[in-house]
């Protein structure tokens, strides 16, 4: 099918590297696929990674941004039709076709089938408006907030026991901290990060936060960084009634990323179907967009 008069054969949400792989594979299998990113640029989490991929075998020394720089090259090289800064607020489907809105779109893209390729978001300290997340000192999920912070002087506390905790705890201590402290009620991440923050730097078990007063178990700090965990970015899709996981991921079928909702796709750590990296992004992709064209081909 031709692309024109805003008919796709795929509408694909999401410029992250699971959004870019299946675009890029829809396209190549000659399929017409539509990107569509609610940033100004590709990359999804990649663009905020300011440190070196070292997950990934093909890439020794390359940085998260310079990944973004790539799926964006990907993007062009494959000619995939990509719209930029177009939030998608709601989805429709109607007669067999899926639409998308959006404050930016002035047409209606449609297509018979979807992928949801969104994302995440970090989980703050619940309620932000009760917690005050934007506070002065609080720094919730690592990216560009985080590069921005000076650290130096600071006294940082870093509340989780993940990869995303103790990366980020070893960044303020290269940038400067006084100090650093960090509070995990269990300690799950890589070993490669655990050997290089001092034992006597991770406090595990219950802690208590006051975010106003910055303090953790009554101790003060100039700033607190909440690593969390993830939430899917998907109340977009709600009007598809699309069933979770038991961790409140998209459900989807093992072998070909289809949701609960026929026609609808959901990859990469919106759906979290594997340990949630870059290359495991990349791999939803193409597993979403072969299970496209197979039902294309049965279809024509
Ligand atoms: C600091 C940091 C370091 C990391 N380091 C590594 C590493 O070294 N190696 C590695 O393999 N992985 C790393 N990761 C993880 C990796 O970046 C992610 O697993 C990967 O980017 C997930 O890809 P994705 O396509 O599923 O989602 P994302 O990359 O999150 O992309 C989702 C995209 O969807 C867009 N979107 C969301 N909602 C909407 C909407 N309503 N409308 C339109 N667009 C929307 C978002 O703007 C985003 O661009 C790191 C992550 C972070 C944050």
Redesign the pocket.
């Known amino acids: 099918m031709r692309a024109d008069n805003g008919n796709y054969d795929a509408i694909i949400?999401?410029?992250?590297?699971?959004?870019?792989s299946c675009a890029v594979w829809l396209a190549r299998l000659g399929l017409a696929p539509l990107l569509?990113?609610?940033?100004e640029s590709?990359?999804?989490?990649?663009?905020?990674?300011?440190?070196?991929?070292?997950?990934?075998a093909t890439l020794p020394g390359v940085s998260?941004s310079q990944v973004a720089d790539n799926l964006a090259l990907s993007l062009e090289q494959a000619a995939v039709p990509t719209r930029l800064s177009?939030?998608?607020?709601s989805v429709q489907r109607q007669s067999g076709e899926f639409t998308v809105m959006?404050p930016a779109f002035a047409d209606t893209p449609r297509a018979p089938y979807l992928v949801l390729?969104?994302?995440?978001r970090a989980r703050g300290l619940g309620d932000p408006a009760a917690f005050g997340a934007t506070a002065q000192g609080l720094l919730v999920?690592?990216?560009a907030h985080v590069v921005a912070q000076d650290f130096r002087g600071q006294r940082v506390a870093v509340l989780g026991g993940g990869d995303?905790a103790l990366?980020n705890a070893l960044y303020a201590l290269g940038r400067g901290a006084a100090s650093v402290q960090v509070y995990a009620r269990s300690l799950r991440a890589q070993q490669q990060f655990v050997r290089q923050v001092a034992p006597g730097r991770i406090t595990q078990g219950s802690y208590t936060v006051d975010v106003r007063a910055l303090t953790v178990n009554d101790q003060a700090y100039d700033v607190i960084m909440v690593f969390y965990g993830w939430e899917p970015?998907m109340e977009?899709a709600a009007p598809l009634g699309l069933q979770r996981s038991q961790q409140g991921f998209i459900a989807t079928d093992m072998y070909t990323a289809q949701t609960s909702c026929a026609g609808v796709y959901a990859?990469?750590?919106?759906a979290q179907r594997q340990h949630?990296?870059?290359?495991?992004?990349l791999a939803?992709g193409v597993t979403a967009a072969k299970a496209i064209q197979a039902r294309v081909e049965a279809v024509a």
């Open positions: 949400i999401g410029g992250g590297p699971a959004g870019v569509i990113e609610a940033s590709i990359g999804g989490l990649c663009r905020r990674n300011p440190y070196t991929d070292d997950w990934n998260g177009g939030r998608v607020d959006g390729a969104t994302g995440v999920g690592p990216g995303n990366e970015c977009f990859i990469g750590e919106v949630p990296c870059v290359v495991t992004a939803d």
